[in-house]
């Protein structure tokens, strides 16, 4: 499976840096992360529980970053253990960027997935790993922005507020001619 994207998170280049290598930032951030020691000196190690289709494991893992280019990039390489249900490992390459409205990050991921995991099929396991890398940025964002992710989520509520009182309008009109 290879994925790559990018992601512009309202923070600057040295906040999201330290987050992304911030145990406690990292661990809020991570899906289903009960656990997360280590450090990027010497590498993180993390237990992680995903529902995966009908396949619900925990993983046990570790990873280690390297070519680390300090406030700019490194690569991410770990494996990730799930008993019975598989295997997961891989690597990325993370890279941060100044941009208007805060830091640019690219990611690619390159990873695969063995045992019960690989019966799923790709297109299961690459919907499930965008979506959890997008729960991933959204966690992130809102480690590094409280204020702005709970301004977003007020904005998102207000907006389907409106859309209902609309729809409500919409249906009474339509009611009204009908009766007419």
Known sequence: MELAASRLIAADRA????????PAVLQ???????ELTGTPEEGFEAVVTQKIGPVKATFRGAVTLSEVVEGES?????EGKGGAAGFAKGGARVRL?????GTQLDYEVEASVGGKLAQLGSRL????ARRLADQFFDN???QLAPDVAAAEAEAVEVAEAVDEAEAGK?????????RS
């Open 28 to 34: 809020a951030a991570i899906p289903g992360c009960s």
């Open 170 to 178: 919409e249906t009474k009109g339509w009611f009204a001619r009908l």
């Open 74 to 78: 490194y690569r991410i390489a770990g």
């Open 97 to 101: 960027s100044d941009a208007e409205g």
């Open 15 to 22: 906040a999201v840096w330290a987050a992304l290598n911030d």
């Open 125 to 128: 396991i690459d919907g499930v």
């Open 140 to 142: 992130l964002q809102a």
